[in-house]
């Protein structure tokens, strides 16, 4: 007969495990579920009412399409910046990689002004381009701005470690069976860096869609022309309009947890591209 | 094969190029609006630029967000540990669960996160009455900007930890427990010792954000002058009211703490891959 | 200290790493657990110091159940397969931290640890690396260091997990000549495991052959050698040839030959194996017509002590045999030499 069972030889299981649960039960768990039982209060109509209004449907359509070109822009030139910063030596090049995650660090509020004084027709850029006709701050591509601000080191920071992880050889392998530098590219590297890359992009989607406080100065809030969703959600709380806060509020939970789905999929695929390499 | 052509490597013009495109494209986006802070803070001189920091409603405000700081920093990075303890060293039935749920406030807006105490603790929310019944008063208060900043800084330092426990692996752990060490030895002696820099790199990162928040923390602040307003908040009251020259003048404060924060985050880091 | 371990059964999740093990090690003995790689060995060392908490059975040191003691309370020395030296303390640091971590009124001195620590530099050779950290040792240091580390907390029984797994050919024959020396100076009752069978030989006053979470065999080197209780450890342990033959009132027979098999008298007629080491197999020129059979040369390798020999029998199938060098000589052999060859022992199991 045993007087008790252990289960574990590290000691400590069950105290962190035990305040661990408690800590998420407290601070995530409960006020998450405050959310789902104040969005049942709300009856199916309204719920409807309020997430279909032609102000809601509008900024819903500006958050998803700016996100989205927002994501694609650091795709594109966050791939661009991780490669140059992998690949070749200049000067000051440690110094501009740290600040990289500047986005992260900034204050959103600060980020926002900032952007919103060197984008209005008056300040150093958009002095610039004012002429060409083009004017950000207070319009849809100020939001795009701002959202391209915030989502820049997601895609810097996913792709650079595999960037640097690749072997060399196969590219090496690649030039020795007579590709171009292009079709090496296009056929080698894209291919093993693309996991990454996606989920860089996914991740700088849902920071993009969220965000609130960079784009709250630059956009103009306009209602139906520059409101984004979260912004409508704050009028809408201001208002003291909770059911439509709620709603709007509900949807956005619904829609995170379809992305943490995704990105969660996407670092398995990731995973498993490694394992393969 | 032509001469001159290396397949191994771009031309140098190609190289030149992409890094022109690559800088030119981070100078839009993070040196000229970084650049623009500062300029701004100081466009009326170093002693308004002085001003505007030691006024009374900026000190507040600066004070408020250190506590909130204060606060957020010690619980979540006591609870990084617990957690990555947990999670890293036993195996047990919804471990993928609780790792999502600790990962779930970086998934969420952060107006939906402070939304979320406003609709708990709100006077229309579901402890509202009891909460006004009792006089205590937790949205819109300092009660409410601290649990807000505690919600959106949870994940930092369990996420830093969790993939370094787990790739240490317990051995060293479970020898010193051989050799004779208590629980509480072989933490402070072997554990801690050897997370020390990804639990550091996790605490700038937690500290951070903890006093740059802003979309949470202002759907609960009820922007009090004076009492609840953080100094991220500040800046967009100073701003909103045009006073642009000392919104710009907390604000380059605030960049000054990111800037420090990106510097050691980058010697932390190096420390980290040795 | 004596070690019993009654009944230990251990699973992971739905793997049975070790069922229903039973084992007696001696006060004073070095003993092998020897298997192939996901026979139990590891799980059932781990068992024993306490890293592992059994499913069933129970673990006693010296008589008195040991099974729900903590490990830091069952005075045991373990060295891990890869050391596990604490990375961010010098090797003195590392050879010290059993006695810092004492209570304070078990705790010895300042001095007295300085002392001791210096004493098992001393004793596994490395005085000049007190100050070193682990990453900047070899394996065969790391590994002393990690062996001075478990003794100097003066355990009653020292475990060690693969030993020698991780360092290159010429030091793992250093090292384990070094801990039997060792061994016989100290006299702690000893387990190791490895899965090299030459290892578990020459080190171990005891071997105990595991295969698949079972003991196949338990005994001294020589008896385990010699005489194989099972097919597995025949197999495992060194080179074997194998006869599908059958056998029959006392007698065995591989193909066309018949030979004496005295210990299977009462035998109806049965499929057996013939388990023949290539040393228990003479060559001769010309035959002499008793328990024999022809086979052809194939090739001849005549490097280090023993020739060996690799044949064809008569009936297709390849035969390895071990010769001494004279006796190669004194029979000329080469490929495609026709011979007579006659076993000298065997061991035979029913299929």
Redesign the interface.
């Known amino acids: 007969m045993?007087?008790?069972?252990?289960?574990?030889?590290?000691?400590?299981?069950g105290?962190?495990?035990g305040?661990?649960?408690s800590?998420?039960c407290l601070?995530?768990?409960?006020?998450?579920t405050?959310?789902v039982?104040?969005a049942r209060s709300i009856t199916w109509p309204e719920f409807v009412a309020s997430v279909t209004s032609e102000r809601a449907l509008a900024a819903f359509g500006l958050s998803l399409g700016a996100a989205v070109v927002a994501a694609v822009v650091n795709g594109v030139?966050g791939l661009?910046?991780a490669?140059?910063?992998v690949?070749?030596r200049?000067p000051g090049r440690?110094l501009?990689?740290?600040?990289?995650?500047?986005?992260?660090?900034?204050?959103?509020?600060?980020?926002?002004?900032?952007?919103t004084?060197?984008y209005s027709p008056a300040?150093?850029?958009g002095q610039q381009l004012a002429p060409l006709g083009i004017q950000v701050a207070f319009t849809r591509l100020g939001v795009i701005?701002a959202l391209?601000?915030i989502g820049?080191p997601f895609v810097v920071r996913a792709v650079q470690p595999v960037l640097e992880d690749l072997d060399r050889e196969i590219?090496?392998a690649a030039?020795s069976l007579g590709?171009?530098?292009w079709q090496?590219f296009r056929h080698v590297l894209l291919p093993s860096i693309l996991p990454a890359l996606l989920t860089g992009v996914t991740l700088a989607f849902?920071r993009a869609?969220?965000?609130?406080?960079s784009v709250?100065?630059i956009s103009g809030n306009l209602p139906f022309r520059t409101e984004v969703i979260?912004l409508l959600?704050?009028a809408r709380?201001e208002q003291?309009d909770?059911a439509g806060?709620?709603a709007m509020?509900s949807m956005?939970?619904g829609v995170?947890?379809l992305?943490?789905l995704t990105i969660?999929l996407l670092q398995a695929w990731s995973r498993r591209r490694g394992a393969l390499a | 094969m032509m001469a001159g052509t290396d397949r191994r490597t771009e031309s140098r013009v190609v190289r030149w190029t992409l890094t022109a495109v690559a800088l030119a494209f981070l100078l839009c986006f993070l040196f000229v609006p970084l650049a623009v802070v500062f300029m701004q803070a100081f466009a009326e001189g170093v002693r308004a630029y002085w001003m505007a920091l030691v006024e009374p409603m900026s000190l507040a405000a600066l004070r408020l967000t250190a506590l909130a700081a204060l606060v957020a920093v010690p619980a979540n990075t006591l609870f990084g540990l617990a957690a990555a303890w947990a999670i890293a060293r036993f195996d047990f039935p919804g471990r993928g669960l609780l790792i999502t749920l600790i990962d779930l406030p970086f998934a969420i807006s952060p107006v939906v996160s402070g939304l979320v105490f406003v609709l708990m603790f709100g006077a229309q929310g579901l402890l509202g009455p009891w909460l006004i019944a009792h006089d205590i008063k937790i949205v819109f208060a300092v009660p409410g900007i601290l649990l807000a900043t505690m919600f959106v800084t949870v994940p930092f330092v369990a996420r830093e930890l969790i993939p370094v426990m787990q790739e240490q692996g317990s051995e060293e752990e479970q020898a010193a427990l051989a050799l004779g060490a208590s629980g509480w030895q072989m933490f402070r002696r072997v554990t801690l010792p050897n997370i020390r820099w990804a639990l550091l790199y996790g605490v700038v990162l937690l500290n951070a954000r903890a006093i740059g928040e802003f979309g949470a923390v202002s759907m609960v602040s009820g922007h009090i002058r004076g009492q609840t307003n953080t100094a991220a908040l500040h800046v967009e009251i100073l701003y909103n009211e045009y006073n642009f020259a000392a919104a710009f003048a907390v604000a380059s404060v605030l960049a000054l703490m990111a800037l420090a924060t990106l510097a050691a985050k980058s010697i932390v880091g190096r420390r980290i891959t040795q | 200290m004596s070690i019993e371990v009654v009944g230990l059964t251990k699973r992971f999740g739905t793997f049975v790493a070790i069922t229903d093990v039973s084992l007696r090690v001696e006060t004073g003995e070095l003993v092998a657990l020897l298997g192939p790689s996901g026979s139990g060995k590891t799980t059932l060392l781990r068992v024993i110091a306490g890293l592992e908490i059994p499913d069933a059975g129970s673990i006693l040191f010296d008589g008195q159940n040991s099974t729900d003691r903590r490990i830091a309370d069952r005075r045991v020395g373990f060295v891990f397969q890869h050391y596990a030296l604490f990375r961010h303390m010098s090797v003195f640091e590392n050879i010290a931290f059993g006695l810092r971590v004492r209570p304070r009124d078990r705790r010895p001195t300042r001095a007295d640890i300085e002392q001791r620590v210096h004493r098992l530099l001393d004793l596994v050779q490395l005085e000049a690396m007190a100050d070193r950290f682990p990453s900047q040792l070899s394996g065969g240091q790391r590994q002393r260091v990690a062996l001075a580390r478990a003794l100097a907390v003066e355990p009653q029984v020292l475990l060690l997990d693969e030993p020698f797994g991780a360092l290159d050919a010429k030091v793992r024959k250093e090292l384990r000549r070094w801990l039997r020396r060792l061994h016989d100076d100290l006299h702690v009752t000893s387990i190791f495991v490895t899965h090299d069978q030459e290892e578990a030989l020459e080190a171990a006053d005891r071997v105990v052959v595991m295969n698949q979470g079972r003991v196949e065999q338990v005994g001294t080197p020589s008896e385990v050698y010699a005489r194989p209780a099972t097919p597995f450890v025949y197999d495992f342990l060194g080179d074997v040839n194998l006869f599908r033959g059958r056998i029959e009132r006392g007698k065995a027979y591989i193909g066309p030959l018949e030979f004496d098999a005295p210990g299977h008298a009462d035998r109806e007629a049965r499929i057996a194996t013939l388990y023949i080491r290539p040393h228990q197999l003479e060559i001769d020129r010309v035959g002499n017509g008793e328990q024999q059979f022809r086979a052809r040369v194939a090739r001849v390798n005549p490097a280090g002590p023993f020739v060996k020999v690799d044949l064809v029998a008569e009936w297709g199938d390849p035969v390895r045999v071990e010769l001494s060098q004279e006796r190669y000589l004194a029979l000329a052999l080469e490929a495609g030499t026709e011979v007579f060859v006659r076993p000298k022992d065997m061991s035979i199991f029913i299929a």
């Open positions: 045993r007087p008790r069972l252990r289960r574990h030889v590290l000691p400590g299981f105290l962190s495990l305040f661990t649960l800590y998420v601070l995530i768990l409960i006020p998450l405050g959310v039982l104040r030139f661009l910046v490669w140059v910063l690949r070749y200049f440690r501009i990689d740290a600040c990289v995650d500047l986005p992260f660090a900034l204050p959103t509020s600060v980020a926002g002004i900032a952007l004084t060197v300040g150093w850029l701005v391209t601000f820049l590219e090496d030039a590709a171009t530098r090496t849902a869609l969220g965000e609130y406080g709250v100065f979260t959600i704050v709380l003291f909770y806060a709620t509020a956005m939970l995170s947890f992305i943490l969660n």
